[in-house]
T-cell receptor, first 112, second 113 residues
Framework: AQSVTQLGSHVSVSEGALVLLRCNYS??????LFWYVQYPNQGLQLLLK??????LVKGINGFEAEFKKSETSFHLTKPSAHMSDAAEYFC??????????FGTGTSLTVIP | DGGITQSPKYLFRKEGQNVTLSCEQN?????MYWYRQDPGQGLRLIYY???????QKGDIAEGYSVSREKKESFPLTVTSAQKNPTAFYLC????????????FGEGSRLTVL
């Protein structure tokens, strides 16, 4: 069975500060992990994904995430927040079969 | 342009009416999915299809129906049996294999009055 837990449904950071959004997963098979971003009334857009290989994954818009198997985590970070980063962020896991499992999302607010 | 087209973007209906949401893709992806999104609940899987003429129920299939007669199309019908149909509906596709990501349409917001 697979599942994802996102810690913190709302996160606020100041513009220019570090962004850290937390994601922990549960998977009985080697996981494939994803982060998506959603702007209001739009679909989800892929930020980055981990399948195999390097555990530090770089994505679009300056975001990156590190797969830590020992901690079952896949936290999303960005060194310096920008106003345009304000959005909803979803972590997801996929493994056996063709299903995805999404976290409940984290709403990021950037304070000017 | 390659992509996923959902229509309509916004839809208002009276209680008791069936509604069909369209999802068309030209990515040549095999798998298609329908998700429902409610505030604070993330995405919940309604139905998915891995191949033409075949589909499986997701976690919240009650009150919904789908068809997959063509690879490009996966319409979702919200029936009058769905108790709380007001939500944001997202269609997604995925290529073969487990490693690929989901590609999403822009969503359809259904409001039942």
């Amino acid at each position: 069975a697979q599942s994802v837990t996102q810690l913190g449904s709302h996160v606020s950071v100041s513009e220019g500060a570090l962004v850290l959004l937390r994601c922990n997963y549960s998977s009985s098979v080697p996981p494939y992990l994803f982060w998506y971003v959603q702007y209001p009334n739009q679909g989800l857009q892929l930020l980055l994904k981990y399948t195999t290989g390097a555990t530090l994954v770089k994505g679009i818009n300056g975001f990156e995430a590190e797969f830590k198997k020992s901690e079952t985590s896949f936290h999303l970070t960005k060194p310096s927040a920008h106003m345009s980063d304000a959005a909803e962020y979803f972590c997801a896991v996929s493994g056996a079969g063709n299903q995805f499992y999404f976290g409940t999302g984290t709403s990021l607010t950037v304070i000017p | 342009d390659g992509g996923i087209t959902q229509s309509p973007k916004y839809l208002f209906r009276k209680e008791g009416q069936n509604v069909t949401l369209s999802c068309e893709q030209n990515l040549n992806h095999d798998a298609m999915y329908w998700y429902r999104q409610d505030p604070g609940q993330g995405l919940r899987l309604i139905y998915y299809s891995q191949i033409v003429n075949d589909f499986q129920k997701g976690d919240i299939a009650e009150g919904y129906s789908v068809s997959r007669e063509k690879k490009e199309s996966f319409p979702l019908t919200v029936t009058s049996a769905q108790k709380n149909p007001t939500a944001f509906y997202l269609c997604a596709t995925r290529n073969k294999g487990n490693t690929g990501e989901l590609f999403f349409g822009e969503g359809s917001r259904l409001t039942v009055l």
